[in-house]
């Protein structure tokens, strides 16, 4: 089955400057990659997600960038704000299969003022 | 309109004992999923329902670990005979997942922080 690796695991970084969080996947078929930001206490919410026929997405301050060929996508957070703060989840799935998503550990995300 | 509802919000129960999780997902989404996280760790994912095929229930931990849907919409997860290393917040979501399309965002309910003692 398919297995998701994130990292790090924590992460601080001071407000206004970038972060890049990093994952990789084992399933080569795995074709879509959604990131999501848990913030404490509440539930997960998708914050942007990528499918495999595109390399990059953006949105706003938020970008994701994937490469197919070495199994890896990273999640690019710019001009970061301490809202910013929380636990940011990547995931993988194989689109149009009834397969879950796999999710990766975990990152701790805090944005120093 | 209203999103993904869990219940209880909390549930302390004593080691040995049988609890039943319960989770009402968005109106006309077609896929239910279950996933435990325990402190400070990921999502671990338990069960999935799609229409009305049969389950994934690849995730489940152990024979005590059960859920049902019903009509489609509500479900229940059922864990039997409780031990301490069940505590954990236990997630649902639900999606409007089609069979041969493509996945679509699950949206998460608030949880079940479930404490054994």
């Known amino acids: 089955g398919e297995n998701v690796e994130q990292h790090p695991s924590t992460l601080s970084v001071q407000e206004g400057d970038s972060a890049v969080i990093k994952c990789t996947y084992s399933?080569?078929?795995?074709?879509?990659f959604p990131w999501y930001k848990q913030e404490l206490g509440k539930r997960p919410q998708l914050i942007i997600d990528?499918?495999?026929?595109?390399g990059e997405k953006k949105d706003q301050r938020i970008a994701v960038t994937l490469n197919k060929t070495a199994k890896h996508f990273s999640l690019h957070i710019t001009e970061t704000q301490p809202e910013d703060s929380a636990v940011y989840f990547c995931?993988?799935?194989?689109?149009?299969?009834?397969?879950?998503?796999?999710f990766g550990s975990g990152t701790q995300l805090t944005v120093l003022p | 309109g209203a999103g993904v509802s869990q219940s209880p919000s909390n549930k302390v129960t004593e080691k040995g004992k049988d609890v039943e999780l319960r989770c009402d997902p968005i109106?006309?989404?077609?896929?239910l999923y279950w996933y435990r996280q325990s402190l400070g760790q990921g999502l671990e994912f338990l069960i999935y329902f799609q229409g009305n095929s049969a389950p994934d229930k690849s995730g489940l931990p152990s024979d005590r670990f059960s859920a049902e849907r019903t009509g489609g919409s509500v479900s229940t997860l059922t864990i039997q005979r409780t031990q301490q290393e069940d505590s954990a917040v236990y997630l649902c979501?639900?999606?409007?997942?089609?069979?041969?399309?493509?996945?679509?965002?699950?949206?998460f309910g608030p949880g079940t922080r479930l404490t054994v003692t």
């Open positions: 109106s006309g989404h077609t896929a």
């Open positions: 979501a639900s999606s409007l997942a089609l069979v041969g399309g493509s996945s679509y965002e699950q949206y």
């Open positions: 399933d080569s078929a795995s074709n879509y």
């Open positions: 990528i499918r495999s026929n595109v």
């Open positions: 995931a993988a799935a194989l689109s149009g299969s009834a397969r879950q998503l796999t």
